[in-house]
């Protein structure tokens, strides 16, 4: 095996952009295999939203027909944050052969590529591939690189904030369906073990609302509004949810999950404000008439 790519990433979730580079890869450049390598956590975020085990058989079931695209486990078996030019050691040591390594970036990389690990060593071992798209200028002084254009504008981040199914392919839609039913029930059963009552959910996917996952919880009381806030953060935290803002108010708390927002409110609050008939109304007003 003389020429290989690694395409690293964090694959949170796949979609058909990673699907679409890599081929655009495998058709640009003359090599005998391309790595494809989930991150276990990637080395400039703090958690992650699909666990590396489910990003990693999901990557396996959509590039499963290329017998040119290996998906490479090793970094996410180091169970923590695994500089680039590490794996690079690893597969050169597997490979004894090989000549060229591409390493495959993203544009937006480019700015931060000088703060990599031993990034001095790792210019050294690879040649740098960037992924542009059209009216989108690239320059950078510090590597040699070449381009290949992609056009598709799309993000894994968009793709978990709006859960646009059309830019999942087929193949993997049903575990990332089941990987949002399975953060809703992580936080009900926090809150429901911890004694808030009247706990709803509200399923707002594809309602043009700002967020795919609305839950509601009464608190007994102001110090209960509280105590929930730290039992959700003792409880969830630890599967990858990021707490991206809260608002917090004795008699009403709101958790920005990015994708999901959690009220919890006092049961005065909870009548005054009538949230939940709101995002009934929502729901309904904004419901296919087929």
Known sequence: MKNIAIFGGSFDPPHIGHETIALKVLE??????????????????????????????????????????????????????????????????????????????????????????????????????????????????????????????????????????????????????????QRINNIVKSLDFNKAENIEVFDLTDKNYIVNQVVIATALNNRHTFALLEHLKTDIKPTGEEFLRTEEDGDWIIIDLGDIIIHIMTQAHRDKYSLEEFLSNFEDSNKSDY
């Open 28 to 181: 640009k450049l003359d090599i005998d295999k391309l790595f494809v390598v989930p991150t276990f956590l990637n080395p400039f975020k703090s958690n992650f939203h699909l666990t590396p085990q489910v990003r990693l058989e999901l990557l396996k079931k959509l590039f499963l027909n290329n017998n040119k695209i290996d998906i490479l486990d090793y970094e996410i078996k180091q169970k923590k944050k695994t500089p680039t030019i590490q794996t690079i050691k690893f597969l050169k040591k597997l490979y004894k052969n090989i000549k060229n390594i591409y390493l495959i970036i993203g544009s937006d990389n480019l700015k931060d590529l000088s703060k990599w690990d031993n990034f001095e060593l790792l210019k050294s071992k690879v040649k740098f591939v960037v992924i542009t798209r059209d009216g989108f200028e690239v320059k950078n002084d510090i590597i040699q690189f070449q381009t290949i254009n992609f056009d598709i504008n799309i993000s894994s981040s968009s793709l978990r904030k709006d859960l646009n199914l059309d830019y999942i392919p087929k193949q993997i839609q049903y575990e990332v369906l089941k990987h949002m039913e």
